[in-house]
Structure formats: structure tokens, C-alpha cells
């Protein structure tokens, strides 16, 4: 989560903290009644389950929220886990146990026990267990192992801690694994009122209504089926998944405590409204950097962002300078780079929306749910343009959003100026992505053949626009040269990087960034394309294109397939015959394959060729349309994968006239 989102999502809690107080009560809280069975029994895998590494034969969570000892919110978190090893690999997954205690204000309770596969209980060993301040810069964590644990045994631990308040959350379940029985229970004083829902098939929490002293909602749901991630999917968002939410406290008002608009207006505070003396410094940067000269508002946007990302450090850790000293040391935090954005937006008199989203790829914007679980990342959209771009990412420019909030519903805010009153207005609408015809990687490559020395030289140009140089073209300059060497590396075709001699890189100027194509040309000199045949050779001209994806899989499909932007190719290999020979099986190159989707053309693959003269021109053409490829078009999309696969691997016989 940007650091802007995460002030403003603080910013909320914090208002809602303050509405949470109450009365200190004594309270039979779950944990101190919780208990583990005295005598386990083995679990006995099901032929299923036996193809596993390992069964989670109980995953159950509890969560209270409750009011400590001075009437301030607080959460008791319980959780309670069973595995059973089939594996050795299944070992080492489970016999060391890691758990985060950030945001944790004390550990209450921690038990574990191995069950081995002669049914004997091996106790927990408390000197096993180690407390780490900060783990792989993933914050503090206490991490345990278990002893006894084999192939064919259980391992069983449950552990509660106290922790602070957290209003809302989202919530994955891991089915990497098949899990037996899943189980979850929110529970929270009756005033405090939780909403919840679930995604991608999970059960829906259902209210317990035997309770009367306290709200419990609890979902349960058995044998879910281990899912392996796949090519081309967004795996982690298409897993089952719940959020829950606090919508009311009831002692307090019963005003819902997260609609669009509340977050919205707490977004647009943060960010719209901006003090006068910071204004007058923004306006004063703007005159420093000649943005008013830019002739277009298009061309504005584009040299404010190329200044703000390439000229000055923005970062959510260098913490909130007064604006003219953040300036001047050029260290930004994220509030004050957007500050900048809007400002600027404003004075040169740019139509502009905020758009806030999630990664699609991760979790997909849930419109029907308001909740600060969806919200991880900004983009400003111009409608005038309809163009957008992700003002936080250096990657990124006007037109190239980061490629995973694209295809993807987010929430719009615009500013509303009533007299001299602004104020926000907000809606959920889609994020178009960037059209296919805008990203490419285009290869045009003269070969020249020596069927004497069975040698062939090839002349590479290559260029690269929109998402095919996302990932370099913006930062190629930043770089030092050793690093710009294995950047390079990268684009060679043919991995023989000796070989290759005469690089220049060209359009990674400022002003290039996402507009002018990324151009790499070189030579290289190959031995092992040409191959000799008796009184023949053999040219593998489908090694020219690179290596390619290869979209195989023994197992059903299951997911829809994803990719991250939409994109094409277009390879352009010019061949010169050598005097005296002629190719026998210009046919095979010839190939086409089509994906559609609802009777449009979403994806493509074709080769074919022209004879001119002594030249022979193969064009090698690859599309996709779409981002999203539903299941039953999978096959479709598949044969195009691997169609480019197959080129690859496709030779040429020269034979003698």
C-alpha cells in the first residue's frame, strides 16, 4: 500500500478509534476458553489427499474484538492449525513455524505438539522458540520448530495474541495445499456491528443468532481442493478470499462507518486541499522547471512527470519535510509529490481525476464493497485525453499506468468547485487499458549466410514502445554501465552474448521515456545456426525471433487466463540466399493461429514469406488483444502461445540448384 493510501486509511481508523471507546466490562473471552483435544488422533489422509506433500486438516481462525481494561478497542487473535506430512518436502514446509507479531502487543499463548505416525504426542520443547525484531525486513516475527516431525505424522500448534485494533481486513485463503477444514469466526461486543463477504466460491459467514451477549459470525467450509498456481493467471486473486469489515458502532450513531464517499472526502482532504503558502512554493517549482512552456497540456503532464520522477527522490520514507525544504534537499514524501501532481493540474487548468485501485493481479477492485482493503495504489486519469498514468511509480508515464490496475474497476474522485468551495465527487467506473497497438516489440534482422564456413551474420535492429520498455526505457540512463551491459544482455535473441559486437541503445533520453520507441541495434557472428547436411545445410532461422513461452500443462485448466498488458510483435527476418542454392521447404513457414473471443479477434499469431529475388523476407507477426481470456477460449489462446514456440524451433534446408 502507498504510503498515502496507508496515512489515509490510518487517518480513518483513528477517527473511528475515537468512536470505539467504552466501558471496561468483564468479558469470558474465547481464548481463555479454548482448548486442543487431550487425546489427538492421527489423521488418516484420504487417497486424494495422499498425492499431496501435505493436508491441512484444520485451519480455524478466531478474531475478537473487545474493550481492554481502559475501554479501548483491542483484538484477541486466535489461530489453530493441524498438518499432516505425506513428504519428505512436506517436512520442510511445516517443522519450522513462523509468525508475524507486528502489530502485536503481547503474546498471550503459544502450544504445539507433533502427533507421530505410531499415534504418540511429542510435547512442545519452549526452548525451540525464537523472537526476531525485524525478519528479511518483514518486521518482527516469533518463529518456533516442532520436534519428532516425520513422514506420515501431524503437526498441531495454536497460538493467541493480543493486538492492536484493526477496523477492516481481506483475508486469502491458502489453498496451495487441500485443506480439510477451514473455519473462521469474527466475533465483537454487540454494539460493534461487522460486515463480511466472500469471493471465488468461499462459503459466506452466517450469523450466529443463539448469542446474545455478543456478535459472532462464522464460516465454515470443508474440503477445499488444492489449486496450483498456472501460467498466464492471476492466481493469488482468483483464490478464495473474504473481507471483513466494522460498519456501525451502534452505542455511537448508526451512520455506516465506510461508504465511497467517506473515503473519498477523507482522500480528497488529504490531498485536494492544499495551504496557500504550499501552493505559492509548488507554483514557484513550476516556474523553475518551465512547465508552463510545454506547448500542450499533454506535453505539461509529460515534462512535470519526467521532473518530479527523474529529478527528485520519492519515497514514502523520507518522512514529512515542510514542502520548500523538500524541495530543496530533493527528497519528496508521497503526499507531497502528489501535492505537486494536483496543484499543477489545477494552475495550467488540466481536467484530471484521482484513481484509487488494486493490483488486479492480487486482489480485483470490488465496486459493491466499499472497503480500504481494495484501495493499494494511485492513478490520475485526463479525460480530456483519456489517458492515465501512475503519478507514485517511477516506471511509469502518461498513457502507461502501472499495467496491473488497468482492466480493473476503481474509484474515481474528481474535484467539484461551487463558488469558491470545492469538494469531492466520486463514482467506481473501469480502467480501460492501454490499447495493443501502443506496446510492441518489433525485430527486423538481415542474415547473411556462408555456407562455406557454415557461418551466419546477423544485422539486429530491435524496437521497443510502451509496455515492451516499461520496465527499462525510463531508468536505462540512471543506470551505470556495467548494469546497462546486462540490460542488454536481455534483448540479444540469441543467447551468445560473445558473440555480439557494435551495441548502441538509443531514445533513453528523458524526453524518448514512452514516447519515441527504445532502439537496440548490434551484430553477431554465429556458428551454430548453420548446420551441415551432406551436399545440404540447414539454417534454424526460427532461432532468430529468441526463445519463447511454451504454454503446456498436463493438468485441466482451471483459471481464466491473464496476461499483464496487451501487446504485439512484429519480426521482420530478411535472409539472402547464397548464389547456387535454394530452399526446399519454404512452406513450413507458413503458419496462423487465432484466439476469438465473442466473435472478435483477440489474439494472433502469422508467418509467411515473400521471395524477392535472392532475398527471401519472412514476416513473423504475434498480437494480443485482450488481457482477459476466459476458460473456454483457453485453447485458442493457447495454440497462439505455442505457436511462437513452435516458429522457434523451425529450420531451413539449402539445397544446390
Known amino acids: 500500500m502507498k504510503s498515502v493510501l496507508k496515512s489515509n486509511a490510518i487517518n480513518i ?8 471507546s467504552g466501558k471496561s466490562i468483564a468479558q469470558n473471552y474465547f481464548y481463555k476458553t479454548f482448548a486442543w483435544e487431550k487425546q489427538p488422533t492421527l489423521y488418516k489422509p484420504t487417497e486424494l489427499e495422499k498425492k499431496s506433500e501435505l493436508v491441512l486438516v484444520k485451519d480455524f481462525t478466531v478474531l475478537e474484538s473487545a474493550y481492554d481494561k481502559d475501554g479501548q478497542a483491542v483484538i484477541y487473535e486466535t489461530h489453530h492449525r493441524i498438518y499432516h506430512i505425506n513428504t519428505q518436502k512436506g517436512i520442510e514446509e511445516v517443522n519450522k513455524v513462523y509468525v508475524s507479531t507486528d502489530q502485536v502487543n503481547e503474546e498471550l499463548e503459544l502450544k504445539a505438539r507433533c502427533i507421530t505416525a505410531a499415534n504418540k504426542v511429542i510435547p512442545f520443547n519452549a526452548d525451540n522458540v525464537k523472537k526476531v525484531d525485524n525478519l528479511d525486513n518483514a518486521g518482527p516475527y516469533t518463529i518456533f520448530s516442532i520436534d ?49 463477504k466472500c469471493y471465488n466460491g468461499l462459503s459466506a459467514f452466517v450469523k450466529d443468532t443463539t448469542e446474545k451477549e455478543k456478535n459472532i459470525l462464522r464460516l465454515v467450509h470443508n474440503n477445499l481442493q488444492e489449486v496450483e498456481e498456472e501460467k498466464y493467471s492471476s492466481t493469488k486473486a482468483n483464490r478464495p478470499a473474504f473481507s471483513i469489515q466494522l460498519a456501525y458502532n451502534t452505542d455511537k450513531s448508526n451512520a455506516k462507518f465506510y461508504t465511497w464517499e467517506t473515503i473519498a472526502k477523507g482522500y ?67 503526499v507531497a509529490a502528489m501535492k505537486i501532481y494536483i496543484h499543477a493540474f489545477n494552475v495550467y487548468k488540466i481536467p484530471f481525476e484521482l484513481v484509487i485501485t488494486s493490483d ?23 479525460p480530456d485525453l483519456n489517458k492515465y498514468t501512475s503519478p507514485l511509480e517511477i516506471l511509469s508515464r502518461l498513457d ?19 463558488g469558491d468551495v470545492g469538494m469531492p465527487s466520486s463514482k467506481i467506473k473501469y480502467i480501460t487499458p492501454t490499447d495493443y497497438t501502443k506496446s510492441f516489440h518489433n525485430l527486423n534482422i538481415k542474415t547473411k549466410i556462408n555456407p562455406n564456413t557454415l557461418t551466419a551474420s546477423l544485422d539486429v535492429e530491435q524496437n521497443l514502445m510502451g509496455y515492451s520498455a516499461y520496465y527499462t526505457q525510463p531508468i536505462y540512463e540512471l543506470l551505470n554501465d556495467e ?10 535473441t540469441i543467447d551468445k552474448p560473445d558473440a555480439v559486437k557494435n551495441v548502441v541503445v538509443s ?38 525471433i529468441g526463445m519463447q513461452s511454451e504454454l503446456y500443462q498436463e493438468k485441466k485448466r482451471v483459471s481464466d487466463g491473464d496476461i499483464f498488458y496487451a501487446h504485439h510483435f512484429k519480426r521482420t527476418l530478411e535472409i539472402e540466399i547464397p548464389d547456387g542454392y535454394k530452399i526446399d521447404n519454404l512452406d513450413d513457414l507458413k503458419m496462423n493461429k487465432t484466439c476469438t473471443i465473442d466473435g472478435k479477434e483477440a489474439a494472433q499469431f502469422k508467418s509467411e ?7 527471401l523476407i519472412v514476416t513473423v507477426y504475434e498480437d494480443y488483444r485482450a488481457i482477459k481470456y476466459p476458460l473456454a477460449n483457453f485453447d485458442e489462446f493457447k495454440a497462439v502461445i505455442n505457436a511462437a514456440a513452435d516458429f522457434n524451433k523451425k529450420s531451413l534446408v539449402f539445397s544446390k540448384n
Request: charged content about 25%; aromatic content about 12%.
Open 268 to 334: 480528497y482532504n488529504s490531498l485536494f486541499v492544499i495551504e496557500k503558502d504550499e501552493q505559492k512554493i509548488i507554483e514557484k517549482f513550476l516556474d523553475k522547471n518551465k512547465i508552463a512552456k510545454a506547448p500542450t497540456p499533454e506535453a505539461k503532464i509529460i515534462l512535470l512527470e519526467n521532473t518530479v520522477k527523474l529529478q527528485y527522490n520519492v519515497s514514502a520514507s523520507n518522512g514529512s519535510l515542510p514542502l520548500n525544504k523538500a524541495l530543496e534537499v530533493r527528497n519528496l514524501d508521497e
Open 400 to 418: 502507461y499506468p502501472n499495467p496491473n490496475n488497468a482492466a480493473n474497476d476503481g474509484l474515481f474522485i474528481k474535484e467539484i468547485v461551487l
Open 148 to 196: 519428532g516431525v516425520d513422514v506420515g505424522c501431524d503437526v498441531e500448534y495454536y497460538y493467541t495474541n493480543k493486538r492492536s485494533f484493526f477496523p477492516y481486513a481481506l483475508y486469502r485463503v491458502n489453498n496451495t495445499l487441500p485443506i480439510t477444514s477451514y473455519q473462521f469466526t469474527l466475533i465483537s461486543p454487540k454494539n460493534l456491528v461487522y460486515e463480511s
Open 507 to 544: 531514445n533513453t533520453d528523458k524526453e524518448s521515456i514512452l514516447v519515441k520507441p527504445m532502439k537496440i541495434t548490434y551484430t553477431q557472428d554465429l556458428t551454430d545456426v548453420v548446420e551441415s547436411a551432406g551436399d545440404k545445410f540447414v539454417f534454424k532461422i526460427g532461432e532468430l
Open 483 to 492: 548494469q546497462k551491459k546486462d540490460v542488454n544482455k536481455g534483448y540479444y
Open 360 to 382: 488486479r493481479m492480487n486482489k480485483r477492485f470490488d465496486g459493491k464493497n466499499p472497503s480500504q482493503s481494495f484501495l493499494d495504489d494511485i492513478l490520475f486519469y485526463f
Open 13 to 20: 481508523s483513528i477517527l473511528i478509534l475515537s468512536l470505539l
Open 609 to 615: 514469406y515473400v521471395l524477392d529475388g535472392k532475398k
